[in-house]
């Protein structure tokens, strides 16, 4: 795997996290590549089936290629909180440093990362929310609870989860991953909020205010923070489509 290769699924996969195509020109200005390498690349990709592209209408990521941009992304943004909140580097330089270190991350180092932070959620430099893990485990305590040694041992999830602020109002859900420490869980299992409860989300209110969800005929009220830290199964591709349109 070419370090290119992981940048531009890293740019594409932020930049199309609202549901929009990314352009050539997105891509160009953000990796600081000419245009023409970028439509090279593209085509590239695209034959790997890594991407879908189509000439004037930008780009969005597959199956293949989306697990690949998030998982980098997710390696960098908690290569800068290591970096911002362990060594004490700067916000401003984080991110160049970062970008430098992501592609070496073994998946083993990046686990072992994420443990010894307690399991972060957002980056410092921006404060974007960093990934969740692909490992088949229900909760971060799990995680930190496992000790079998060998780390190929570990399942991979099934199926991508999105978080509750990615879930469409109305659309009904399964809770599938909860990230955060024990007191994160003990709250969430106070109000009946564990793995494999189905959810409904009523309504998230902007500029980041709470978000209303139905749970077994009751309505529940969570802050923005918290619900980001709830994942569900994501939906089908026609209701990502929906929920992205």
């Known amino acids: 795997?070419?370090?290119?290769?992981?940048?531009?699924?890293?740019?594409?996969?932020?930049?199309?996290?609202?549901?929009?195509?990314?352009?050539t020109s997105d891509i160009s200005k953000r990796l600081n590549i000419s245009a023409a390498s970028v439509t090279e690349m593209f085509k590239k990709l695209a034959d790997e089936d890594y991407i879908s592209y189509s000439p004037y209408h930008g780009v969005t990521l597959t199956g293949k290629g989306s697990a690949l941009g998030r998982k980098m992304a997710r390696k960098h943004r908690l290569l800068e909180r290591f970096l911002h909140d362990t060594l004490k580097i700067g916000k401003e330089k984080v991110h160049d440093e970062a970008c430098a270190m992501?592609?070496?991350?073994?998946?083993?180092?990046?686990?072992?990362?994420?443990?010894?932070?307690?399991?972060?959620?957002?980056?410092?430099?921006?404060?974007?929310?960093?990934?969740?893990?692909?490992?088949?485990?229900?909760?971060?305590?799990?995680?930190?609870?496992w000790n079998k040694g060998n780390f190929e041992q570990l399942r991979k999830r099934q199926k991508e989860v999105i978080s509750l602020l990615e879930l469409k109002a109305s659309r009904e859900a399964t809770i599938a991953f909860i990230?955060?420490?024990?007191?994160?869980?003990?709250?969430?299992?106070?109000?009946?909020?564990t793995p494999g409860t189905k959810i409904k989300v009523s309504r998230i209110a902007p500029l980041k205010g709470p978000v209303e969800i139905n749970l077994r005929g009751s309505k529940l009220a969570l802050g923005n923070r918290v619900a980001g830290n709830i994942f569900v199964e994501a939906p089908d591709k026609i209701e990502q489509n929906e929920r992205k349109g």
Do not use: W
């Open 102 to 145: 992501e592609h070496t991350l073994s998946d083993e180092a990046e686990r072992a990362l994420c443990l010894s932070l307690k399991y972060p959620d957002r980056c410092p430099d921006d404060e974007k929310m960093i990934p969740p893990c692909d490992l088949d485990f229900a909760t971060c305590q799990e995680c930190s609870e």
């Open 179 to 193: 990230r955060g420490g024990k007191c994160m869980l003990q709250r969430l299992c106070d109000m009946g909020l």
């Open 1 to 23: 795997m070419h370090n290119s290769t992981e940048e531009y699924l890293e740019a594409v996969y932020n930049i199309t996290r609202d549901g929009k195509a990314a352009s």
